[in-house]
């Protein structure tokens, strides 16, 4: 696996663009629906496994159920952790993080506290974060910090990623995808601003297109969310399929 925090933002996007491939490695193919059926998770599996996307991302019921499907593809399976709303206990978030991992689970992607950001209580944040981070790291998974970019205002996009950045996040991330908004350049652009090349950073929430994805990675992001993966590398390549509409993440 390339390090993706060792490219400045250019050469990330170049090489993301260099190929078809490419680009599949920097996308998170989604599911994240409360009516994904098993068929569905099935066929993004199936997806991931064909197009090459950096992990099919699931719910935690899900979780078995991807990997098995993907066993042999080489393609990682990712989960939501205290999902959509970033509210659990702290505990919670370790033991439904724990759980997911022992299952097959590679990508952890962590809701932040977000009502806990927002009134101050910085070393709850901390501590929440760093208690997935420990449990995920000595596992050998990796850690995605969803801020919830839409609901936060510049200073606490700023404090939010530093202190997740400082938690050992190997990601931090704008969105669930199911708040009042989702990715933004000018988000992406700060984020990127603060983690610098200590984590990545990863856009997630209303991408649907390859323009989309394109601004996102112009702007510093070095993964990116969506269940519009599939039509995203389409466009790419030129295929008439790119033209079937497709739902965001």
């Not at 098993?38 to 991302?57: G, P």
């Not at 991807?66 to 080489?74: K, M, Q």
């Not at 990127?192 to 323009?211: E, M, Q």
Request: aromatic residues 4%; glycine residues 10%; charged residues 20%.
């Amino acid at each position: 696996m390339r390090d993706e925090n060792a490219l400045a933002a250019a050469n990330f996007y170049d090489e993301a663009m260099s190929s078809p491939r490419a680009l599949a490695a920097t996308l998170d193919h989604t599911l994240l629906k409360a009516d994904a059926t098993r068929a569905q998770v099935l066929h993004i599996c199936e997806e991931a496994a064909e197009y090459r996307f950096a992990c099919a991302m699931v719910n935690p019921f899900w979780v078995s159920t991807a990997v098995a499907a993907l066993a042999g593809a080489d393609v990682p399976v990712g989960v939501v952790i205290g999902f959509p709303l970033g509210a659990s206990l702290m505990e919670s978030k370790v033991d439904e993080a724990k759980r997911a991992i022992a299952l097959g689970a590679h990508d952890v992607d962590m809701v932040m506290n977000i009502g806990a950001l927002k009134s101050g209580e910085y070393d709850a944040v901390a501590e929440d974060i760093r208690g997935v981070v420990e449990v995920a790291h000595g596992r050998g998974a990796i850690v995605k910090v969803i801020l919830e970019t839409a609901l936060l205002n510049f200073e606490e996009k700023l404090r939010a990623s530093e202190i997740a950045v400082t938690a050992g996040a190997d990601f931090i991330k704008t969105s669930t995808g199911f708040s009042t908004g989702g990715a933004t350049v000018d988000d992406i652009a700060q984020m990127r601003g603060v983690a610098g090349s200590r984590c990545g950073v990863k856009a997630s929430g209303g991408i649907r297109s390859l323009a989309d994805a394109q601004a996102m990675l112009r702007a510093g992001a070095t993964r990116i969310g969506a269940s519009a993966s599939v039509r995203i590398v389409q466009e790419l390549t030129g295929d008439a399929d790119a033209l079937k509409a497709t739902s965001g993440y």
